[in-house]
């Protein structure tokens, strides 16, 4: 069962990265928890999938890069690097996930990050906007 969990959280990454929410939306249940730790929770699919909007409204592209992932029953963890694109703007920076599936659907998804590395990821971001050669890609670990 965890391999089947594993693989529910990585097609619904594999979703966000495509833009393709209608594929997203299928892996949540009805009642899902969103959350980026701290800001306040979303509750339930629609308000998962409004947030999920502006990403799609306000960004080019999203890349998650998961270095680890573990599974214990329907726990899913994942320790990845995720990158928010809008045009030549792009920052990456650090991300844990911990994500609960039943019955194929993630009822629980919560999302870990240092507030300072998003902020740095930011400025280097609009620092390879404006500096020569200044990519702001980073190396895969």
């Known amino acids: ?8 959280v990585e097609n619904f990454l594999a979703a966000l990265e495509a833009f393709d929410l209608a594929a997203a939306e299928r892996l949540l249940a009805p009642g899902v928890l969103y959350q980026n730790v701290p800001l306040p929770p979303a509750r339930g699919r629609a308000a998962t999938m409004r947030q999920l909007k502006l990403m799609t409204r306000y960004l080019t592209g999203f890349e998650a890069v998961t270095h680890d992932i573990a599974a214990n029953g329907d726990t899913v ?6 990158a928010l694109v809008r045009g030549g703007f792009r920052a990456e ?3 844990a996930g911990t ?9 629980l998804w919560r999302d870990y990050f240092d507030w300072t590395t998003f902020a740095l990821a930011g ?3 609009l620092a390879g906007l404006v500096l020569p050669g200044g990519s702001t890609r980073s190396a895969r670990v």
């Open 77 to 82: 963890l994942t320790s990845r690097t995720d």
């Open 99 to 107: 994500f609960r599936v039943r019955e194929g659907r993630i009822v």
């Open 123 to 125: 400025l280097k971001g």
């Open 93 to 95: 920076f650090w991300v």
């Open 1 to 8: 069962m965890s391999d089947e969990n594993t693989k529910v």
